[in-house]
């Protein structure tokens, strides 16, 4: 199935200040998780999964390492009018960066009316979740909505989280508030859970480009969809209806699956989603044939384990190793690593992110901690064993103990 009459505008140049260190060098979205993927892909999974195959990246922030996993993992067919492209920001209705997210897409307007599509599906980059978006298109078209959100609920008292959507009984759109320190409206029929905003949009084109055109002329607007723009258009009585993330389903989708969405917009909440990969019946699973999910694909070889040699064992639980990793004789509990990482002789590293080309010395003993790529850690080292040493070391130490070393860093 393709979804020929939907142009796809995803938002990536989020700059991800709260994800720091991890977004020194990159954008949010180019952020690798899951060893073997970065933040982006899912994204990206979910729309060519669904059928939709015009898709614009718009980026701006540290765009180097998304532009070259795109520019080498993303490649479409052009004979089919199939493509993923990379759109910089380019300052093209000014002199200045995008403004906000409304912003973003209107200094690329002229994309819309180049494809002259019926829908324009406005999605963020820097989420990790399964969707079959053809399912929220084909509620837009049923409702004869001008723009249709996707929201999932949450309990109430988390509500001062997130952007927090008001429906009436037919899922329509009556209010938005940003962050409420008072409980919001609940749910139709369930009054313990409340909607939080996506922050993934389905326009009717020409909805879209007047609303966009309108917004750009208002000086005091941040230029943002949902400060902004939605409140706009609600204000002018659009039809404006809500599509239930957990009510989606997907080919393949097991039970745990049903409904997970999670922003990884800070260390601990990043490291937890990794770390929940590793469930023996994951939230998401990475190994689903019915939902595959794509990446740029490494030409290494095999993972190796060596050394069985008293208490020199290559050996690893409850962990994901990459391709092109060397386990010599240490040990890795509850970690993820990426490609081309050597952990060496009695080494016992846990509960770790190991990005691409760490290498771990003898006698290192690491817990709870991100490595970022191209580390090497020499022997006998010490991470996340004690925070002040961490600290005065000058890593990063989140608020739930997790020790980020970055990259390229010097021990």
């Given at each position: 199935?393709?979804?020929?009459?939907?142009?796809?505008?995803?938002?990536?140049?989020?700059?991800?200040?709260?994800?720091?260190?991890?977004?020194?060098?990159?954008?949010?979205p180019a952020v690798p998780?899951?060893?073997?993927?970065?933040?982006?892909?899912?994204?990206?999974?979910?729309?060519?999964?669904?059928?939709?195959?015009?898709?614009?990246?718009?980026?701006?922030?540290?765009?180097?390492?998304?532009?070259?996993?795109?520019?080498?993992?993303?490649?479409?067919?052009?004979?089919?009018?199939?493509?993923?492209?990379?759109?910089?920001?380019?300052?093209?209705?000014?002199?200045?960066?995008?403004?906000?997210?409304?912003?973003?897409?209107?200094?690329?307007?002229?994309?819309?009316?180049?494809?002259?599509?019926?829908?324009?599906?406005?999605?963020?980059?820097?989420?990790?979740?399964?969707?079959?978006?053809?399912?929220?298109?084909?509620?837009?078209?049923?409702?004869?909505?001008?723009?249709?959100?996707?929201?999932?609920?949450?309990?109430?008292?988390?509500?001062?989280?997130?952007?927090?959507?008001?429906?009436?009984?037919?899922?329509?759109?009556?209010?938005?508030?940003?962050?409420?320190?008072?409980?919001?409206?609940?749910?139709?029929?369930?009054?313990?859970?409340?909607?939080?905003?996506?922050?993934?949009?389905?326009?009717?084109?020409?909805?879209?480009?007047?609303?966009?055109?309108?917004?750009?002329?208002?000086?005091?607007?941040?230029?943002?969809?949902g400060k902004n723009v939605?409140?706009?258009?609600?204000?002018?009585?659009?039809?404006?209806?809500?599509?239930?993330?957990?009510?989606?389903?997907?080919?393949?989708?097991?039970?745990?699956?049903?409904?997970?969405?999670?922003?990884?917009?800070?260390?601990?909440?990043?490291?937890?989603?990794?770390?929940?990969?590793?469930?023996?019946?994951?939230?998401?699973?990475?190994?689903?044939?019915?939902?595959?999910?794509?990446t740029f694909n490494y030409?290494?070889?095999?993972?190796?384990?060596?050394?069985?040699?008293?208490?020199?064992?290559?050996?690893?639980?409850?962990?994901?190793?990459?391709?092109?990793?060397?386990?010599?004789?240490?040990?890795?509990?509850?970690?993820?690593?990426?490609?081309?990482?050597?952990?060496?002789?009695?080494?016992?590293?846990?509960?770790?992110?190991?990005?691409?080309?760490?290498?771990?010395?003898?006698?290192?003993?690491?817990?709870?901690?991100?490595?970022?790529?191209?580390?090497?850690?020499?022997?006998?080292?010490?991470?996340?064993?004690?925070?002040?040493?961490?600290?005065?070391?000058?890593?990063?130490?989140?608020?739930?103990?997790?020790?980020?070393?970055?990259?390229?860093?010097?021990?």
């Open positions: 199935m393709s979804v020929d009459n939907a142009l796809v505008m995803i938002l990536a140049g989020g700059e991800g200040k709260r994800l720091f260190p991890l977004t020194q060098d990159r954008a949010k998780f899951g060893g073997r993927y970065r933040i982006i892909d899912f994204v990206l999974n979910n729309f060519i999964n669904s059928g939709f195959f015009k898709i614009k990246v718009l980026t701006q922030y540290k765009s180097d390492s998304l532009n070259k996993h795109i520019t080498r993992g993303w490649t479409l067919s052009p004979f089919l009018n199939q493509y993923v492209d990379l759109v910089p920001a380019q300052m093209r209705t000014g002199g200045t960066w995008y403004q906000g997210t409304a912003d973003a897409v209107y200094q690329n307007i002229f994309h819309i009316h180049d494809e002259e599509p019926d829908y324009v599906c406005v999605f963020g980059g820097d989420h990790i979740y399964k969707m079959d978006v053809w399912q929220m298109l084909k509620f837009h078209k049923k409702h004869n909505a001008e723009l249709t959100i996707s929201a999932i609920p949450i309990p109430i008292e988390e509500a001062h989280e997130f952007g927090i959507i008001e429906v009436d009984e037919n899922w329509r759109l009556t209010g938005f508030v940003e962050k409420p320190q008072t409980p919001p409206k609940p749910i139709p029929n369930n009054p313990k859970m409340c909607l939080a905003s996506m922050g993934n949009y389905i326009f009717n084109k020409g909805t879209l480009v007047n609303a966009l055109e309108e917004d750009s002329k208002i000086s005091d607007s941040n230029h943002d969809f939605i409140p706009m258009l609600l204000n002018q009585g659009k039809e404006i209806f809500i599509y239930n993330f957990a009510e989606n389903h997907f080919p393949g989708m097991t039970k745990k699956e049903k409904g997970y969405w999670r922003d990884v917009g800070c260390i601990d909440a990043y490291w937890q989603a990794n770390m929940d990969l590793l469930e023996y019946e994951p939230e998401l699973d990475l190994y689903s044939k019915d939902w595959p999910l794509r030409n290494y070889p095999p993972a190796k384990f060596i050394w069985q040699e008293g208490d020199r064992v290559g050996m690893a639980t409850d962990s994901m190793v990459s391709e092109g990793c060397i386990v010599s004789g240490g040990s890795i509990s509850r970690c993820i690593l990426s490609p081309k990482v050597k952990i060496n002789s009695y080494s016992q590293v846990s509960d770790s992110i190991l990005m691409e080309n760490v290498n771990v010395g003898r006698y290192s003993e690491i817990r709870k901690a991100i490595i970022d790529k191209n580390v090497d850690i020499p022997p006998y080292t010490k991470i996340g064993i004690n925070r002040e040493d961490d600290i005065a070391r000058g890593f990063y130490v989140s608020e739930g103990g997790v020790t980020v070393v970055p990259k390229n860093s010097t021990l």
